[in-house]
């Protein structure tokens, strides 16, 4: 149970161009998603906390019009990359919180996470 | 503001033998929980252990446990007979349960050598 799928998994497009990430949760209701950037060997860094049917609360320092974020439904979140540079190339992951948790069970997590996507600009 | 400190950038360890990864860690708060995450080279994040900051039990899952000390606001990971499929890159995370956010650390990268 609660398995996060993310899509794609690996893009590679030219310098210019938007890309769109999205991540659902398959088999439980997520109204929190986040989403998670990550360089090579170096943390995951947050960069906004997706919520369904309102606005996504960005951190510090992400600019929200370069990562549109929307959360329309209680599976699926999107992150579109508009206007890619190579400096943007990075490892996206997503995250998302259920809805309804049962106590002691796997779904009590805060977060379950995707398989990430590796973004390329070129 | 809440922070997590790993200070072993790197790790290595025998095949079978045990390892003991650090993790300390900052926060105002007092619910939060404490995880540690295994990333291997697929990057897929792997959740290892947790521990409830209200228990003082350590916890523990199979070959890994913890050593949980609430006051020193230390969480470090310890990997008993280490196997090559242990080799991958450790994050240690504390989430905030009011705020909802977890924070990361720098991550471990262990080693296990045959």
């Known amino acids: 149970g609660a398995v996060v799928s993310q899509h794609p998994s690996w893009v590679i497009c030219k310098s210019g161009t938007s890309v769109k990430i999205e991540c659902r949760s398959l088999?439980?209701?997520?109204?929190?998603m986040f989403w998670y950037r990550q360089f090579p060997k170096q943390s995951l860094m947050l960069m906004a906390t997706?919520?369904?049917?309102?606005?996504?609360?960005?951190e510090q320092g992400v600019e929200k019009d370069k990562f549109l974020i929307n959360h329309a439904s209680l599976t699926l979140s999107t992150l579109t990359v508009t206007s890619a540079h190579p400096e943007d190339s990075s490892f996206y992951i997503c995250?998302?919180?259920?809805?309804?948790?049962?106590?002691?069970?796997?779904?009590?997590?805060?977060?379950?996470f995707g398989d990430g996507t590796r973004l390329s600009i070129l | 503001a809440q922070t997590v400190t790993q200070s072993q950038p790197e790790m290595s360890v025998q095949e079978a033998e045990t390892v003991t990864l650090s993790c300390t860690y900052d926060?105002?708060?007092?619910?939060?929980?404490l995880f540690w995450y295994k990333q291997p080279p697929s990057r897929q994040m792997i959740l290892v252990i947790r521990?409830?900051?209200?228990?003082?039990q350590n916890a523990t899952e199979n070959r890994f446990s913890v050593n949980f000390q609430k006051a020193a606001k230390s969480f470090s990971l310890k990997i008993s007979d280490s196997q090559l499929g242990d080799t991958a890159m450790y994050f240690c995370?504390?989430?905030?349960?009011?705020?909802?956010?977890?924070?990361f650390g720098d991550g471990t990268t262990l080693t296990v050598k045959p």
């Open positions: 995250s998302a919180r259920d809805r309804f948790p049962k106590r002691d069970g796997v779904s009590n997590q805060p977060q379950h």
């Open positions: 088999d439980f209701q997520a109204t929190t």
């Open positions: 926060t105002s708060e007092n619910n939060y929980y």
């Open positions: 995370a504390c989430h905030n349960t009011n705020a909802g956010k977890s924070t």
């Open positions: 521990q409830e900051a209200y228990k003082q």
């Open positions: 997706s919520n369904e049917g309102s606005k996504a609360t960005y």
